[in-house]
Protein backbone atom coordinates (compact mmCIF):
# COMPACT_ATOMS: atom_id res chain seq x y z
CA UNK A 1 0.00 0.00 0.00
CA UNK A 2 1.87 3.16 -1.40
CA UNK A 3 -0.60 5.47 -0.68
CA UNK A 4 -0.96 8.57 1.85
CA UNK A 5 -4.52 9.98 2.17
CA UNK A 6 -5.94 13.13 2.96
CA UNK A 7 -8.95 14.46 4.38
CA UNK A 8 -11.03 16.61 3.77
CA UNK A 9 -10.32 17.45 -0.18
CA UNK A 10 -11.49 20.50 -0.17
CA UNK A 11 -12.33 23.07 2.90
CA UNK A 12 -13.40 27.07 3.10
CA UNK A 13 -13.10 28.41 6.50
CA UNK A 14 -13.36 32.04 7.62
CA UNK A 15 -11.19 33.89 9.45
CA UNK A 16 -12.29 33.45 12.91
CA UNK A 17 -13.19 29.24 12.65
CA UNK A 18 -10.70 26.51 14.16
CA UNK A 19 -10.31 23.59 11.69
CA UNK A 20 -8.01 20.85 11.35
CA UNK A 21 -6.17 18.98 8.45
CA UNK A 22 -5.77 14.87 8.38
CA UNK A 23 -2.98 13.19 6.90
CA UNK A 24 -2.46 8.78 7.37
CA UNK A 25 -0.09 6.25 5.82
CA UNK A 26 0.66 2.95 5.90
CA UNK A 27 3.60 2.72 4.62
CA UNK A 28 5.61 2.53 7.62
CA UNK A 29 7.72 5.30 6.92
CA UNK A 30 8.97 7.27 10.14
CA UNK A 31 8.63 10.53 8.80
CA UNK A 32 5.72 12.67 7.25
CA UNK A 33 5.65 16.35 6.18
CA UNK A 34 3.42 19.30 5.85
CA UNK A 35 3.95 21.63 2.36
CA UNK A 36 1.96 24.46 1.30
CA UNK A 37 1.83 25.09 -2.76
CA UNK A 38 0.06 28.55 -4.18
CA UNK A 39 -0.84 28.21 -7.79
CA UNK A 40 1.72 28.32 -9.66
CA UNK A 41 4.74 27.81 -7.11
CA UNK A 42 6.54 24.89 -6.08
CA UNK A 43 6.11 23.45 -2.76
CA UNK A 44 7.46 25.04 0.20
CA UNK A 45 8.17 22.81 3.56
CA UNK A 46 5.89 23.67 6.55
CA UNK A 47 6.72 20.94 9.11
CA UNK A 48 8.50 17.63 9.19
CA UNK A 49 8.44 14.98 11.99
CA UNK A 50 10.62 12.71 12.13
CA UNK A 51 9.98 9.27 14.51
CA UNK A 52 6.89 11.18 15.53
CA UNK A 53 8.97 14.19 16.92
CA UNK A 54 8.93 17.92 15.14
CA UNK A 55 11.99 18.20 13.65
CA UNK A 56 11.67 21.41 11.21
CA UNK A 57 9.57 23.91 11.61
CA UNK A 58 10.27 27.10 8.80
CA UNK A 59 9.47 29.49 10.70
CA UNK A 60 5.28 28.93 9.79
CA UNK A 61 2.86 31.46 12.00
CA UNK A 62 1.81 29.67 14.93
CA UNK A 63 -1.65 30.14 13.61
CA UNK A 64 -1.00 26.91 11.88
CA UNK A 65 -0.35 24.02 14.10
CA UNK A 66 1.16 20.62 13.38
CA UNK A 67 0.40 17.18 15.82
CA UNK A 68 1.31 13.55 15.08
CA UNK A 69 -0.69 11.62 17.31
CA UNK A 70 1.33 8.57 16.05
CA UNK A 71 3.21 7.16 13.09
CA UNK A 72 0.90 6.75 10.64
CA UNK A 73 -1.42 9.98 11.77
CA UNK A 74 -0.58 13.57 11.14
CA UNK A 75 -2.78 16.41 11.69
CA UNK A 76 -2.76 20.52 10.61
CA UNK A 77 -4.38 22.83 13.20
CA UNK A 78 -5.94 26.06 11.40
CA UNK A 79 -7.12 28.94 13.68
CA UNK A 80 -7.28 32.71 12.91
CA UNK A 81 -5.90 32.15 9.08
CA UNK A 82 -5.64 34.72 7.06
CA UNK A 83 -7.03 35.30 3.36
CA UNK A 84 -3.44 34.65 2.26
CA UNK A 85 -3.10 31.12 3.83
CA UNK A 86 -5.07 29.99 0.55
CA UNK A 87 -3.70 27.38 -1.08
CA UNK A 88 -3.34 23.25 -1.78
CA UNK A 89 -1.77 22.25 1.45
CA UNK A 90 0.25 18.54 0.95
CA UNK A 91 1.13 15.99 2.88
CA UNK A 92 4.13 13.84 2.44
CA UNK A 93 5.51 10.48 4.31
CA UNK A 94 9.11 9.31 3.60
CA UNK A 95 11.91 7.04 5.76
CA UNK A 96 14.30 9.55 7.57
CA UNK A 97 17.24 10.02 5.75
CA UNK A 98 19.39 8.86 7.97
CA UNK A 99 21.87 7.32 6.12
CA UNK A 100 23.16 7.63 2.62
CA UNK A 101 21.70 4.31 1.57
CA UNK A 102 18.05 4.64 2.99
CA UNK A 103 15.26 5.48 0.93
CA UNK A 104 14.60 9.58 0.81
CA UNK A 105 11.53 9.83 -1.62
CA UNK A 106 8.79 11.30 -0.43
CA UNK A 107 5.42 10.06 -1.24
CA UNK A 108 2.70 12.73 -1.12
CA UNK A 109 -0.93 12.98 -0.28
CA UNK A 110 -3.68 14.26 -3.07
CA UNK A 111 -3.60 17.14 -0.72
CA UNK A 112 -6.32 20.06 0.75
CA UNK A 113 -7.52 22.67 -1.51
CA UNK A 114 -8.19 25.36 1.62
CA UNK A 115 -10.17 28.51 0.74
CA UNK A 116 -10.16 30.91 3.70
CA UNK A 117 -12.91 33.59 3.79
CA UNK B 1 22.97 26.53 -0.26
CA UNK B 2 21.06 24.34 -2.27
CA UNK B 3 19.09 25.54 -5.42
CA UNK B 4 16.93 24.19 -8.42
CA UNK B 5 16.48 25.93 -11.70
CA UNK B 6 13.90 24.83 -14.02
CA UNK B 7 14.54 27.39 -16.58
CA UNK B 8 11.53 26.31 -19.14
CA UNK B 9 8.74 27.40 -17.17
CA UNK B 10 6.39 26.04 -19.74
CA UNK B 11 6.59 23.45 -23.21
CA UNK B 12 3.82 22.57 -25.44
CA UNK B 13 4.40 19.82 -27.90
CA UNK B 14 1.84 17.80 -30.01
CA UNK B 15 1.21 14.25 -29.49
CA UNK B 16 4.01 11.65 -30.45
CA UNK B 17 6.82 14.26 -30.15
CA UNK B 18 9.74 13.84 -27.98
CA UNK B 19 10.55 16.53 -25.52
CA UNK B 20 13.00 16.97 -22.75
CA UNK B 21 12.79 19.09 -19.40
CA UNK B 22 16.40 20.60 -18.31
CA UNK B 23 16.88 20.68 -14.91
CA UNK B 24 20.25 22.39 -13.14
CA UNK B 25 21.12 22.12 -9.65
CA UNK B 26 23.48 24.04 -6.85
CA UNK B 27 24.72 22.35 -4.24
CA UNK B 28 27.88 22.38 -1.96
CA UNK B 29 27.39 18.60 -0.80
CA UNK B 30 29.60 15.89 -2.10
CA UNK B 31 26.51 13.74 -1.60
CA UNK B 32 22.97 14.41 -2.74
CA UNK B 33 19.90 12.72 -4.06
CA UNK B 34 18.08 14.17 -6.92
CA UNK B 35 14.17 13.95 -7.38
CA UNK B 36 11.64 14.12 -10.23
CA UNK B 37 8.19 14.46 -9.34
CA UNK B 38 5.10 14.98 -11.47
CA UNK B 39 1.78 16.76 -10.56
CA UNK B 40 -0.95 16.34 -12.60
CA UNK B 41 -4.14 18.74 -12.89
CA UNK B 42 -5.32 16.71 -9.53
CA UNK B 43 -2.62 17.85 -7.86
CA UNK B 44 -1.10 15.24 -6.23
CA UNK B 45 2.95 14.89 -6.84
CA UNK B 46 4.09 11.34 -7.59
CA UNK B 47 7.51 10.51 -7.45
CA UNK B 48 9.19 9.69 -10.86
CA UNK B 49 13.20 8.91 -9.74
CA UNK B 50 15.51 9.45 -7.32
CA UNK B 51 19.12 9.49 -8.00
CA UNK B 52 22.30 9.40 -5.86
CA UNK B 53 25.11 11.75 -6.43
CA UNK B 54 27.62 8.95 -7.29
CA UNK B 55 25.78 7.36 -9.44
CA UNK B 56 26.11 8.73 -13.02
CA UNK B 57 24.18 5.86 -14.76
CA UNK B 58 21.50 7.25 -17.18
CA UNK B 59 18.19 5.75 -16.41
CA UNK B 60 15.27 4.73 -18.60
CA UNK B 61 11.66 3.42 -17.57
CA UNK B 62 9.51 2.84 -20.30
CA UNK B 63 8.86 6.20 -22.54
CA UNK B 64 10.50 8.42 -19.70
CA UNK B 65 14.43 8.48 -19.23
CA UNK B 66 17.21 10.82 -17.19
CA UNK B 67 20.52 11.85 -17.98
CA UNK B 68 22.25 13.02 -15.03
CA UNK B 69 25.41 14.48 -15.52
CA UNK B 70 27.76 15.85 -12.92
CA UNK B 71 29.84 17.99 -14.64
CA UNK B 72 27.32 20.27 -15.73
CA UNK B 73 25.13 19.75 -12.83
CA UNK B 74 22.33 18.91 -14.61
CA UNK B 75 19.25 16.17 -14.40
CA UNK B 76 17.22 16.11 -17.34
CA UNK B 77 14.41 14.31 -17.93
CA UNK B 78 13.62 13.19 -21.50
CA UNK B 79 9.86 11.98 -22.65
CA UNK B 80 9.92 10.03 -25.55
CA UNK B 81 6.16 9.69 -28.28
CA UNK B 82 4.45 11.98 -25.84
CA UNK B 83 0.86 11.36 -24.95
CA UNK B 84 -2.10 13.46 -23.39
CA UNK B 85 -1.73 11.90 -20.50
CA UNK B 86 1.91 13.45 -19.75
CA UNK B 87 0.36 17.09 -19.47
CA UNK B 88 1.13 18.04 -16.04
CA UNK B 89 3.83 20.39 -14.05
CA UNK B 90 6.88 18.47 -13.63
CA UNK B 91 9.05 19.16 -10.57
CA UNK B 92 13.04 18.72 -9.80
CA UNK B 93 14.36 18.92 -6.85
CA UNK B 94 17.45 18.50 -4.42
CA UNK B 95 17.74 16.92 -1.08
CA UNK B 96 21.00 16.67 0.78
CA UNK B 97 22.00 13.31 2.49
CA UNK B 98 21.05 12.87 5.81
CA UNK B 99 18.11 15.47 5.40
CA UNK B 100 14.64 15.31 4.70
CA UNK B 101 13.94 18.36 3.16
CA UNK B 102 13.40 19.03 -0.31
CA UNK B 103 14.47 21.80 -2.25
CA UNK B 104 11.77 21.66 -5.20
CA UNK B 105 12.87 24.02 -8.77
CA UNK B 106 10.05 26.34 -10.23
CA UNK B 107 8.63 23.46 -12.26
CA UNK B 108 7.86 23.48 -15.55
CA UNK B 109 4.43 23.11 -17.17
CA UNK B 110 4.20 20.67 -20.13
CA UNK B 111 1.42 20.43 -22.49
CA UNK B 112 0.80 18.00 -24.54
CA UNK B 113 -1.74 18.71 -27.15
CA UNK B 114 -3.40 15.77 -29.11
Known amino acids: DTEVTQTPKHLVMGMTNKKSLKCEQH?????MYWYKQKAKKPPELMFV???????INESVPSRFSPECPNSSLLNLHLHALQPEDSALYLC????????????????FGPGTRLTVL | AQKVTQAQTEISVVEKEDVTLDCVYE???????LFWYKQPPSGELVFLIR??????QNEISGRYSWNFQKSTSSFNFTITASQVVDSAVYFC???????????FGTGTRLTVIP
Open chain 1, 92 to 107: ASSQPGLSFTSYNEQF
Open chain 1, 27 to 31: MGHRA
Open chain 1, 49 to 55: YSYEKLS
Open chain 2, 27 to 33: TRDTTYY
Open chain 2, 51 to 56: RNSFDE
Open chain 2, 93 to 103: ALMKTGANNLF
